[in-house]
């Protein structure tokens, strides 16, 4: 499918900012998380978050699926149309930066783990912080 002028336009903006392009980055490589991973991870407020991931949303790049009362973020590669678009931008979105951030977001999944105070975990990211916590244990990355 092809993009229009004006939803190529809406999505260059939605990707002008750099915590967006960070949010992108993370769902990209995580697959799902919920807003207050994002929270964690980046290191912003709540309502920075929500307003971030709204205009992500608003944008068409990501979906939101409900848990209750917690919100789940999601980067669909396979059904977005701007799919090849996001994945020459994701080729970008690695390096020292991202590792740090991921490493946050590793502390924080580690955290939430044993807490009851925040929201559980999506089936996808226990998965990948599973793998990564045995990587991290047998020294491979």
Not at 18 to 37: F, G, H, N
Not at 86 to 110: A, F, H, N, P, T
Request: proline share 1%; aromatic share 6%.
């Amino acid at each position: 499918m092809k993009l229009t002028y004006k939803k190529l336009s809406r999505i260059f903006k939605s990707l002008s900012d750099e915590t967006r392009l960070k949010v992108v980055a993370l769902l990209i490589k995580r697959k799902r998380l919920c807003e207050c991973d994002i929270v964690k991870a980046l290191g912003i407020t709540q309502t920075k978050a929500s307003r971030h991931l709204r205009y992500l949303l608003n944008a068409g790049l990501v979906t939101d699926l409900r848990a209750g009362r917690w919100v789940h973020y999601k980067i669909d590669l396979d059904r977005s149309e701007s799919t090849r678009l996001l994945k020459v931008i994701s080729s970008y979105l690695q390096g020292r930066e991202l590792k740090k951030i991921e490493e946050k977001l590793d502390e924080w999944l580690r955290k939430k783990e044993i807490s009851s105070f925040s929201c559980p975990a999506s089936p996808e990211v226990k998965k990948f912080h599973k793998l990564n916590l045995k990587n991290l244990k047998s020294g491979r990355k």
